[in-house]
């Protein structure tokens, strides 16, 4: 495991560090909007108060903190792979350049003794697992990697209450930041399932997580983060195309890994773009709290 300079001297004075995931880079966004959206996710988490660490791996090896340079040839990639925690070691050994999802970007994160992360929204319980068992592997990491995803929730592709009801069921903490406990529906800010509790105070979410490391507890957190109101796309304008997306890759056969990338390119032609627009905006949203939140949580003032 490479870790950039800059992250190993941020780490070693106790300045707050920001993971990144980087299939986001590869297979959620298209070029140049991945690499514009990389580039500003990494400028939010700095102009926040803290240092980002994008993580991906390139060349046999598992890099924390990336150079615009490995941006670049990441957002620019035709064949990176998606990288999953199972995919890991594979990836490494057949060097290729790969993306890490939720699951692998909190395992490795918190290898390096990153407990903050950012990004868009997790994996979690597809539609229709009852039949295909299709359930996210960043699940199954949370609820054994001690490290607090900052999200906007699962998008609507997937089954929400299913999916809270998973990460309850695996003890991860899951926490609304605002006003109100109703778990975010990424592109729209409510659902119709509850969060464990919410707070509009950072604090809280660092006294929960000290907490639940004194009590030896492995358990991941969820802070769930509405998209702010006024990039909140119409709700049914996106539930129609996330509908017609999904019976599409039920009747195209596409199944597994691919499941979500397609899904979302999907939305994203059929929304002719908003819902990418959208999503930028939810991104940047979570690397500015989580900016603020690791800045807290290894803050060293008494
Ligand atoms: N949700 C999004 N955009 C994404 C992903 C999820 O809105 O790019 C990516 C994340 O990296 C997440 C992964 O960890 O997809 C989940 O994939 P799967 O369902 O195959 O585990």
């Given at each position: 495991?490479?870790?950039?300079?800059?992250?190993?001297?941020?780490?070693?004075?106790?300045?707050?560090?920001?993971?990144?995931?980087?299939?986001?880079?590869?297979?959620?966004?298209?070029?140049?909007?991945?690499?514009?959206?990389?580039?500003?996710?990494?400028?939010?988490?700095?102009?926040?108060?803290?240092?980002?660490?994008?993580?991906?791996?390139?060349?046999?090896?598992?890099?924390?903190?990336?150079?615009?340079?490995?941006?670049?040839?990441?957002?620019?990639?035709?064949?990176?792979?998606?990288?999953?925690?199972?995919?890991?070691?594979?990836?490494?050994?057949?060097?290729?350049?790969?993306?890490?999802?939720?699951?692998?970007?909190?395992?490795?994160?918190?290898?390096?003794?990153?407990?903050?992360?950012?990004?868009?929204?997790?994996?979690?319980?597809?539609?229709?697992?009852?039949?295909?068992?299709?359930?996210?592997?960043?699940?199954?990491?949370?609820?054994?990697?001690?490290v607090c995803v900052v999200c906007s929730g699962v998008k609507s592709i997937l089954d929400i209450p299913k999916t809270v009801e998973y990460l309850e069921t695996h003890s991860v903490n899951c926490v609304v930041y605002g006003q109100e406990n109703v778990f975010p529906s990424f592109f729209t800010r409510k659902s119709n399932s509850r969060a464990q509790f919410n707070t509009e105070r950072l604090e809280d979410i660092v006294q929960l997580m000290k907490t639940s490391k004194s009590l030896g507890l492995p358990y991941g957190?969820?802070?769930?983060?509405?998209?702010?109101?006024?990039?909140?796309?119409?709700?049914?304008?996106?539930?129609?195309?996330?509908?017609?997306?999904?019976?599409?890759?039920?009747?195209?056969?596409?199944?597994?890994?691919?499941?979500?990338?397609?899904?979302?390119?999907?939305?994203?032609?059929?929304?002719?773009?908003?819902?990418?627009?959208?999503?930028?905006?939810?991104?940047?949203?979570?690397?500015?709290?989580?900016?603020?939140?690791?800045?807290?949580?290894?803050?060293?003032?008494?």
């Amino acid at each position: 495991m490479i870790i950039s300079s800059q992250v190993k001297e941020a780490l070693a004075n106790g300045e707050g560090v920001v993971a990144l995931e980087s299939t986001v880079i590869t297979h959620g966004l298209p070029y140049p909007h991945n690499l514009s959206t990389a580039r500003s996710l990494e400028q939010k988490v700095r102009s926040s108060g803290s240092h980002p660490a994008t993580i991906a791996l390139f060349d046999g090896k598992i890099h924390v903190g990336l150079d615009d340079e490995k941006l670049e040839i990441l957002a620019s990639s035709k064949n990176a792979v998606k990288v999953s925690t199972r995919d890991i070691a594979k990836t490494l050994i057949k060097k290729e350049v790969g993306g890490t999802t939720v699951a692998s970007t909190m395992k490795i994160a918190h290898a390096a003794g990153i407990s903050v992360f950012a990004t868009g929204g997790i994996g979690g319980v597809h539609r229709g697992a009852d039949q295909t068992f299709d359930i996210s592997a960043d699940l199954q990491e949370l609820s054994k990697t001690p490290v607090c995803v900052v999200c906007s929730g699962v998008k609507s592709i997937l089954d929400i209450p299913k999916t809270v009801e998973y990460l309850e069921t695996h003890s991860v903490n899951c926490v609304v930041y605002g006003q109100e406990n109703v778990f975010p529906s990424f592109f729209t800010r409510k659902s119709n399932s509850r969060a464990q509790f919410n707070t509009e105070r950072l604090e809280d979410i660092v006294q929960l997580m000290k907490t639940s490391k004194s009590l030896g507890l492995p358990y991941g957190t969820i802070l769930a983060c509405p998209i702010p109101e006024k990039y909140a796309a119409d709700g049914d304008v996106i539930q129609r195309a996330i509908n017609q997306a999904v019976q599409e890759a039920i009747e195209q056969n596409i199944a597994s890994q691919n499941v979500t990338p397609f899904i979302l390119a999907r939305v994203n032609e059929l929304t002719e773009g908003a819902s990418m627009a959208t999503n930028i905006a939810l991104l940047e949203n979570n690397a500015s709290i989580a900016g603020r939140l690791a800045a807290k949580m290894n803050d060293r003032r008494p």
